[in-house]
């Protein structure tokens, strides 16, 4: 029964450890430090330049394009802090339409932007 107790005692600690030292949350940029600056409209793509103003590294993990996951390319997993990077969406996009796009960071945070009248 002391066994017992002693390992839940240890299982509850390294919960707590992880729970506090979470990896994937250490230097993440905060919503509003991300931005993306401009959008250029390509055939078959929209080039997104996006820039860390944040003083920790950011991580694009998903592009929402009117509420669907897109595919998307970037040459840089991480974005440094102060760093530019183009995030390239494919997407047959249309001239005049609008389109609400959400850059989702490895956090979970959104970074929204709007193209009105491609």
Request: charge should be negative; charged fraction near 15%.
């Amino acid at each position: 029964m002391k066994a017992a107790a002693v390992g839940l005692v240890a299982v509850v600690v390294a919960a707590v450890a992880v729970a506090l030292a979470v990896p994937w949350r250490h230097g993440a940029a905060q919503e509003g430090d991300v931005s993306v600056t401009q959008a250029t409209l390509r055939p078959g793509s929209i080039a997104l330049v996006v820039e860390n103003g944040s003083d920790a590294v950011a991580r694009v993990a998903q592009v929402i394009l009117n509420d669907a996951f897109v595919d998307f390319r970037s040459s840089r997993l991480a974005l440094a802090p102060g760093a530019e990077e183009t995030i390239t969406v494919s997407y047959p996009w249309i001239h005049g339409e609008s389109y609400e796009i959400e850059l989702m960071t490895s956090t979970g945070r959104t970074v929204g932007y709007d193209i009105e009248g491609a």
